[in-house]
């Protein structure tokens, strides 16, 4: 089965830093998205991304945050100076469609990449 | 605000024996009803969805049911095995948005 990959699987760094979280969407895919999970809680949509641009985000999504993708196969997630707060385990995902979601049609998630603010 | 209410927090089930998770929505835009399999380490990935405008749908031994009236839908695991043992969330979504909604999540034990 085709898979989200995202790098690193850890990522450490010290508050107020920037941080880029990078994923490799599946190669016929052309909605992206991001969302986080903090410890032990639900997972929280971030963002949605179609034809180089913002769908739709969330009110979590503010100036701090930046996606973008930079070449055909990579898309990235920024933020900007790091908080506290930010540390949740960020998941990248992807799919073939957008809305209207079909029962047999998947959103398709990466591993995830923890992030610890420090 | 909270779109998706799931419940139990956790749950303990004996292999063999029936899991049972529920969940209620409010917004009744929503038309698209996942529920998705988290294992530790790992991104949730689809188990099952529906639509509203069937009230059950079985594939293999997880079923949902969907109630429209109560806006409420549950998942079914029938003869539970300690494999199935995970976190379990429900989510929707509907057509005027993007973002799936997602419940706080359930963690299933099924012991031996």
């Known amino acids: 089965e085709p898979e989200v990959t995202q790098t690193p699987s850890h990522q450490v760094t010290q508050m107020g830093q920037e941080v880029i979280l990078r994923c490799v969407p599946i190669s016929n895919h052309l909605y992206f998205y991001w969302y986080r999970q903090i410890l032990g809680q639900k997972v929280e949509f971030l963002v949605s991304f179609y034809n180089n641009e913002i769908s739709e985000k969330s009110e979590i999504f503010d100036d701090q945050f930046s996606v973008e993708r930079p070449d055909g196969s990579n898309f990235t997630l920024k933020i900007r100076s790091t908080k506290l707060e930010d540390s949740a385990m960020y998941f990248c995902?992807?799919?073939?469609?957008?809305?209207?979601?079909?029962?047999?049609?998947?959103?398709?998630f990466g591993s995830g990449t923890q992030l610890s603010v420090l | 605000q909270q779109q998706v209410k799931q419940s139990p927090q956790s749950l303990i089930v004996q292999k063999g024996g029936i899991s049972i998770i529920n969940c209620a929505y409010e917004n009744t835009a929503f038309d698209y009803f996942p529920w998705y399999q988290q294992f530790p380490g790992k991104g949730p990935a689809l188990l099952i969805a529906?639509?509203?405008?069937?009230s059950e749908k079985k594939e293999g031994r997880f079923t949902i049911s969907f109630n429209k009236s109560a806006k409420q839908f549950s998942l079914h695991i029938m003869d539970s095995q300690p494999g199935d043992s995970a976190t379990y969330f429900c989510a929707a979504n509907g057509d005027s948005g993007y973002a799936l909604n997602f419940g706080k999540g359930t963690s299933l034990l099924v012991t031996p």
């Open positions: 529906i639509r509203p405008d069937v």
């Open positions: 995902a992807s799919s073939s469609r957008d809305r209207g979601l079909s029962t047999n049609e998947k959103l398709f």
